[in-house]
């Protein structure tokens, strides 16, 4: 309940999560930095995304082949600019975050060109038919943009809308892969639900 509920912190709500530890609770030189108090006795929790919102910097440090699924939100223009400092700090963040996860892509894609890892990224904005393969599942753009910009959100998604995700994840994975690390692999016959993204 504690990982979920410090996974689950989004601004404005950061780190909602503090456990308070024993220095004895960590094996000691077992870490490079920060073992020693406070780090060891008082740790407070956030949202994974806040360090790393791809979630690739463990694995690049251990793997040569990485894959990587973008879910994230595309940052929009803004006409209007918000000048009270909630929301303009709030714009700011975003700003940020877009940057840093367009630096990290272009650190994997480029990474994969260049032969130094192999693998694949995928995105929620991909047009599946880049891909060109004849026989991947039918994802129609216009319903995969849809799909991409429903908002992150805490309650529970219709069922329907659930599985359209799901389906259009299952798909776009299944291209990446079968493209770029194994064309060998089978491609599927139908969605994990029925449906498809429509």
């Not at 595309?74 to 963040?93: C, G, L, Q, V």
């Not at 990290?104 to 880049?130: C, L, M, N, P």
């Not at 219709?158 to 799901?166: A, C, H, M, P, V």
Request: hydrophobic share 35%; glycine share 6%; charged share 25%.
């Amino acid at each position: 309940a504690l990982a979920v509920a410090a996974s689950s912190a989004f601004p404005p709500v950061l780190s909602p999560v503090e456990i308070e530890l024993e220095e004895t609770d960590f094996t000691p030189d077992s870490g490079v930095d920060l073992q020693r108090v406070p780090y060891t006795t008082q740790v407070v929790l956030s949202d994974g995304g806040v360090y790393d919102n791809l979630g690739l910097e463990t694995a690049w440090k251990r793997y040569e082949t990485i894959f990587v699924s973008d879910a994230g939100g595309k940052i929009e223009a803004e006409a209007e600019p918000k000048s009270d400092w909630a929301r303009h700090s709030y714009r700011i963040f975003n700003i940020i975050d877009n940057q840093v996860r367009s630096l990290r892509k272009r650190q994997v894609i480029d990474s994969f060109v260049s032969g130094e890892r192999q693998g694949a990224y995928w995105g929620i904005r991909t047009d599946i038919t880049h891909y060109g393969l004849s026989d991947a599942l039918s994802c129609p753009l216009r319903k995969t943009m849809e799909l991409a910009n429903v908002p992150t959100r805490l309650k529970a998604l219709d069922s329907t809308l659930q599985e359209q995700l799901i389906n259009w994840g299952y798909a776009v994975c299944d291209a990446a892969l079968r493209k770029h690390v194994d064309a060998s692999i089978q491609p599927p016959a139908t969605f994990p639900y029925s449906g498809g993204v429509d």
